[in-house]
């Protein structure tokens, strides 16, 4: 089992950042991959990007891809998503989430665990 707990949602304007953070507990956290999602109404949960366990491996989203930086720090089991340049396009509700495997995916299937997760609203 893996718990996992998101923050640093918020409320900011279009252009600014934010930075969200992804505490795990439950498991030995440099044995997971790692993903972050999101979901607006009505819509399908979206990955945004991935990090493999060690994090030697990112992907991204191409809506994401140059303005996200998914980064962790295994020895605080925290995996972050520093969201730069945002658009109010990127409001949803992000979700991080884990698997048991070393090796990110892409697909939302391929994870096992998922956060409560945390509201971003952008505001133009």
């Known amino acids: 089992q893996v718990q996992l707990i998101e923050s640093g949602g918020g409320l900011v304007e279009a252009g600014g950042s934010l930075r969200l953070s992804c505490t795990a507990s439950?498991?030995?956290?440099?044995?997971?991959?790692m993903g972050w999602f999101r979901q607006t109404p009505g819509k399908e949960r979206e990955l945004v990007g991935a990090?493999?366990?060690?994090?030697?491996?990112?992907y991204y989203a191409e809506s994401v891809r140059g303005r996200f930086t998914i980064s962790r720090d295994n020895a605080e089991n925290t995996v972050y998503l520093q969201m730069n340049s945002l658009k109010p396009e990127d409001t949803a509700v992000y979700f991080c989430?884990?698997?048991?495997?070393?090796?990110?995916?892409?697909?939302?299937?391929?994870?096992?665990?998922w956060g409560q997760g945390t509201q971003v609203t952008v505001t133009s």
């Open positions: 990090i493999n366990s060690g994090g030697g491996f990112t």
């Open positions: 439950g498991r030995t956290f440099s044995s997971v991959a």
């Open positions: 989430a884990a698997r048991a495997v070393t090796i990110a995916s892409m697909t939302r299937s391929g994870y096992d665990y």
